[in-house]
């Protein structure tokens, strides 16, 4: 239907927006996602400045941004980092997406000049020595995905926490699996460590494309002026609503919750059925909304013990790639499927063990690794 246009008597009155306007003023730096569009480029007091009310569940979240993919917060939150400290290095852990600064440190960096890859370092996770060998007087940030699948250890995160405050870097937490899932304000508030910066996507807004940074607001200042933050669809209002939409059913259904109940029957009911069989080289863990199935090298090779549990739950209907990423969808009979697939499928895996020829059940080629490497790779070198 085309807009309908009308030839107004008198100037519109904006009072609304500029309600919106004073609220943007203070959660969203220079107050635009796309500069073209930005309240710089309208009459004040005149045109409206099409602002929308911020977003309250994620802790420390003083100031915000949109944008649409997940490597551009994490990207921006580097950036920022890198204006606010005056330094260059970053450490980090875990994937962060596509960006030159993190694709350095992976095995596919063709295409990144050398000058890049020299800034950016890998410490591994729940290993806070890798980190103080590591930060120096140079580091802006510490990048991390709070947790992947392993739990945190030994207050992890609360020390990760200090060494970055006593070492003046900043403390940025990519949530783009966390949020929304391990409780509604992500690992900030699951683990109650705060990070100066953090990185939200993929759930908060039940697939449509926007990803919001969030943090301090005397950090974030720093992109009304001396940091450029823009793109086009930055402000697509499309996915904002759809968060907004996303954001309120979660927290009316307690979301969280119903994926840690299912996502804790799969875990639980794997695991059952791996030691009913006496398959102690197989198992089910991580936190209950987003658990992995792991395979130990001692039976066999795990990716082609993976390639079996795969092709033969394929079989069965189920489009299994490993873990169990739970969404409020789930059903109940949708785990109890799930579950009588395994009890079909682990003694297949089980035999093939025994027969010490896995490789001869697969009907194609094993899956591949993914470079989602976590530790023990691009480790600075410790400092003299
Ligand atoms: C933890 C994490 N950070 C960043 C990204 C990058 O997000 P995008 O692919 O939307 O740029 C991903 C994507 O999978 C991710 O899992």
Request: charged share 25%; glycine share 8%; hydrophobic share 30%.
């Given at each position: 239907m085309p807009n309908k246009v009308e030839s107004n008597k008198n100037y519109p009155t904006i009072t609304k927006s500029d309600e919106y306007y004073k609220v943007a003023l203070e959660l969203i730096p220079a107050q635009t996602q796309t500069l073209a569009k930005g309240t710089g480029q309208n009459i004040k007091g005149v045109a409206p400045k099409y602002l929308q009310r911020g977003n309250k569940v994620v802790p420390n979240a003083e100031s915000i941004r949109y944008s649409r993919g997940g490597a551009d917060v994490v990207s921006g939150a580097v950036r920022v980092a890198r204006a606010y400290t005056g330094r260059n290095k970053v450490l980090c852990c875990g994937y962060h997406g596509w960006h030159d600064w993190y694709i350095a440190v992976t095995d596919r960096n063709k295409g990144i000049p050398q000058a890049i890859q020299d800034l950016t370092f890998t410490f591994s996770y729940n290993d806070i020595q890798s980190v103080i060998d590591s930060i120096d007087e140079d580091t802006a940030c510490v990048v991390l995905e709070p947790y992947v699948f392993e739990e945190p250890k030994d207050n992890f995160l609360q020390k990760l926490r200090d060494v970055c405050t006593k070492n003046g870097t900043l403390l940025v937490f990519d949530?783009?699996?966390s949020g929304f899932r391990i409780a509604l304000g992500g690992a900030q508030e699951y683990f109650g460590v705060n990070a100066d910066l953090a990185c939200f996507s993929k759930a908060v807004a039940n697939g449509m494309p926007i990803s919001i940074l969030t943090g301090r607001k005397d950090v974030m200042?720093?992109?009304?002026?001396?940091v450029f933050f823009f793109n086009t669809?930055?402000?697509?209002a499309l996915s904002l609503a759809a968060a907004k939409a996303t954001i309120n059913e979660m927290i009316e259904k307690n979301v969280p919750a119903q994926l840690a109940k299912q996502g804790n029957k799969l875990k639980i009911g794997y695991n059952k059925i791996a030691e009913e069989l006496g398959m102690n080289y197989t198992k089910c863990s991580g936190f209950d909304c987003r658990t992995i199935v792991t395979f130990d090298s001692s039976a066999g090779n795990p990716l082609e013990m993976k390639s079996l549990v795969q092709q033969e739950m394929i079989k069965r209907g189920i489009l299994w790639g490993g873990f169990h990423n739970m969404?409020?969808?789930?059903?109940d009979s949708d785990i109890e499927y799930t579950l009588k697939a395994y009890r079909e499928v682990l003694p297949i895996l089980k035999k093939a063990v025994e027969e010490n020829n896995v490789i001869g059940y697969l009907r194609g080629e094993p899956v591949e690794p993914v470079f989602?490497?976590?530790?023990?790779?691009?480790m600075k070198p410790k400092k003299k």
């Open positions: 949530e783009m699996w200042s720093l992109l009304e002026q001396e669809f930055g402000g697509e969404s409020f969808s789930h059903s989602r490497k976590v530790s023990n790779f691009n």
